[in-house]
């Protein structure tokens, strides 16, 4: 053995060492190629969907739509109980908190009206009440959130058997929970918590614990309590570790054996969404009745009770990539136990998958050290092979979990450190060609990589933005005629359009969602005047549109016009890389976010084309605005004061904007006071308006309708903007 080659064996073996302890600390990247791999698995052979017993009733958009916005009263809810347990439902599981008072209860209706008599509130019904006994003696499991505030736990209504060590201090840990209403949380049969994924950053949920701990008791998820209930057990028998405290092995559940994880979790084994998994609420609430069919599939079934609409974001993402509703992966436990077609890494996994690492790696150096390069890469990919077929068929046939690629790649490391140390050292030759080739690669494609890692790390910071929102009017009708390349045809021309002026005033193209745009200025950096810019950028886009109407660039014909939507604030939002780690976007979050989202969706209500919101007015001032009220928007706890953007300076210093500023404000005194001048003022308005831009006559149509939104205005608002 020579001097070199005594080198490289010393060099791969340390290698060799500190992959394997590398591996054995199993860091953050390691996790993540473990369950993409396993994703992968099961994408290539998901689990087959087969009729079960169990149910989701889906408080979806179409019930939605029939019954109102959510939440729903709790009146509401103790029908969709009764009819539930009418039909035979041998468990109710709700993927809902019921932690607050019911607002639309009748009695708190009442007493928050002033002036009402107290006892009369008293002897009004109470929605809370009415639910609570209609859960009463019935299977109801209800469901508990965590929460990062107080130290409640809510009470367990199942015993515990343990086998084996302790194995309560195995799951994760239950800080603290959501209080339900306690008439609720002691007439329900079962109560669980609904968490899928705590502590885990990633999107998709792989595996969901079946359990939780406070270091004494242990608190069941909401899919085994339903399934305990549905069965009328009473206690959950836990196997743990012969030798060791703080290890799950199984749980069974009445007749119901669980293989589990050492943290006490349950690998999800999932299939494609299906239809028939479902049932729409609007179907059990149906005044008409219930169908007999729906009837059918509810007799005997474990039912849970959840959302699929997006508005109330209970939407996951599943090993199959799919977005679905948290609900479902409840469901999807449940039927998964009972098909008895269970996914487990065992606990030998881990050891393993690091003997090979050093097995394989030693042998790699030798063979790359003392024959070739070219047989180690021979062995490398019969290696490869041999592991990948390995895993796969222990998926397939046991449904086991074992990971090919953490040996793969740190032979591969193993592999390239030993051949680069050959052709550097010992090879001379060699190394001459790759100087040689060398000379092919470019310096600055080099520098560029080595200085932009640090801008690929997810993370963001807080700044003031302006953000604009721009939607597409009746964009549903337009689509319902057309046909689909002829809906993405129109979408491209307008968005390419109107996305121009965003960069052309120092904009950030965040997105676009469809028919919409989201934009942000102030960032990734400063940009001076930026609410102003925003502006403008919203006043081309109007004159944009109107040009490719006039031409009719959409090819829509004559009298067809296409209208938008725009909506601007100015706050604070945290502005980013953001999403996971193999995928993300740079983009903003926060509340300044949401309230110009919100204001574009007011231009409907209001009837005008652009709105902004008072702190993006206090920036604009010398523009062309007039007041629009304040509006009420969704989460907001007082009114937002917004303005219409008429025009630019230009527009500004005309002697007939000044003349409408001038009814304008008397209009608004009026509608503050509910002045019997009113009607009159719109009327002249109109007049006013039509000599300073057409889209102002829907504006004034509107506004008696919307004098409440004058009423609210604050005194201080009137002064600043005229300031």
């Not at 928007?633 to 917004?642: A, D, H, P, V």
């Amino acid at each position: 053995m020579t001097r070199a080659q005594q080198i490289g064996v010393v060099l791969g073996l340390a290698i060799v060492t500190a992959l394997t302890i590398l591996r054995a600390s199993d860091p953050g990247i390691f996790k993540l190629i473990r369950g993409v791999t396993f994703d992968e698995y099961q994408r290539l052979v998901p689990r087959t969907f087969e009729p079960m017993p169990v149910r989701v009733i889906d408080i979806d958009e179409a019930s939605l739509h029939e019954f109102g916005q959510w939440p729903w009263p709790r009146d509401r809810m103790a029908l969709l109980v009764n009819r539930l347990a009418e039909m035979g439902a041998s468990a109710i599981a709700f993927d809902i908190l019921f932690a607050e008072p019911d607002r639309l209860s009748p009695r708190n209706v009442v007493r928050d009206v002033a002036g009402i008599d107290p006892a009369l509130a008293e002897k009004l019904p109470d929605n809370d009440e009415i639910f609570a006994r209609s859960i009463a003696e019935k299977p109801i499991v209800l469901g508990f959130g965590l929460s990062n505030e107080g130290n409640y736990r809510p009470p367990v209504k199942a015993g515990f058997a343990f086998t084996g060590e302790s194995p309560v201090s195995a799951p994760p840990y239950l800080g603290a929970s959501t209080p339900l209403r306690p008439q609720l949380e002691t007439n329900a049969a079962g109560l669980g918590h609904i968490s899928l994924n705590p502590g885990n950053p990633s999107p998709v949920v792989r595996a969901v614990p079946l359990f939780l701990t406070d270091g004494e008791q242990l608190y069941p998820n909401l899919a085994i309590e339903a399934l305990r209930v549905a069965q009328g057990a009473s206690t959950y028998v836990l196997s743990g570790a012969p030798d060791r405290a703080g290890i799950m092995t199984s749980v069974k559940i009445g007749d119901f054996v669980v293989p589990l994880t050492a943290a006490g979790e349950l690998w999800l084994y999932v299939t494609p969404d299906r239809a028939e998994r479902y049932i729409s609420a609007r179907q059990v609430l149906a005044a008409k009745g219930v169908s007999p069919d729906v009837a059918a599939a509810i007799d005997g079934s474990i039912v849970f009770v959840g959302t699929s609409a997006a508005g109330l974001q209970d939407i996951r993402v599943t090993a199959l990539g799919e977005n679905v509703p948290g609900v479902s992966l409840h469901a999807q436990a449940v039927e998964q136990i009972l098909s008895a077609r269970f996914l487990s890494r065992p606990d030998w996994a881990d050891g393993l998958e690091i003997v090979m690492i050093a097995v394989l790696g030693c042998l790699l150096v030798g063979v790359t050290t003392f024959v070739s390069p070219a047989v180690a890469l021979a062995c490398g990919l019969l290696i490869t092979a041999m592991a990948l077929v390995a895993s796969w068929l222990s998926f397939l046939y046991a449904g086991l979990l074992l990971d090919p690629l953490a040996p793969i790649i740190s032979g591969s490391i193993i592999h390239f450190a030993s051949t680069s140390f050959r052709i550097l050292v010992i090879d001379r030759e060699r190394r001459e060609v790759r100087r040689a080739f060398g000379h092919y690669l470019s310096p600055s494609l080099l520098h560029r990589i080595e200085h932009s890692r640090d801008a690929l790390r997810l993370g963001g910071d807080d700044r003031e933005l302006t953000v604009m929102f721009v939607d597409v009017r009746s964009f549903t009708e337009i689509s319902e005629r057309l046909a689909p390349t002829a809906v993405v045809a129109f979408l491209n021309t307008l968005l390419d359009a109107l996305s121009r002026h965003v960069v052309a005033n120092e904009g950030t193209l965040d997105k676009f969602i469809g028919d919409s745009i989201m934009a942000f200025w102030n960032a990734p950096v400063d940009v001076v005047d930026h609410e102003a810019k925003a502006v403008r950028a919203a006043l081309a886009m109007r004159e944009t549109l109107a040009e490719l109407n006039a031409g009719d660039a959409f090819g829509f014909g004559s009298g067809q016009e296409v209208g938008i939507g725009i909506g601007i604030h100015t706050g604070l939002a945290c502005v980013g890389n953001m999403g996971a780690k193999t995928r993300f976007n740079y983009s903003a979050v926060g509340d300044a976010v949401n309230i110009a989202a919100r204001l574009e969706s007011c231009c409907k209500e209001v009837g005008f084309d652009i709105l902004i919101s008072d702190s993006t007015a206090r920036s604009v001032q010398g523009m062309a605005l007039i007041e629009a009220g304040a509006i009420a928007l969704k989460g907001k706890s007082s009114r937002t004061q917004i303005l219409a953007v008429v025009g630019d300076e230009g527009v500004a210093a005309s002697a007939e904007f000044a003349a409408l500023a001038v009814v304008h404000e008397q209009l608004t005194q009026a509608l503050h006071s509910h002045s019997k001048n009113t009607r009159k003022l719109i009327g002249t308005a109109k007049l006013r308006a039509a000599q300073v831009i057409g889209g102002l006559a829907e504006f004034y149509r509107r506004i008696s309708g919307r004098s409440d939104h004058f009423r609210e205005v604050a005194d201080g608002f009137e002064k600043s903007v005229a300031d």
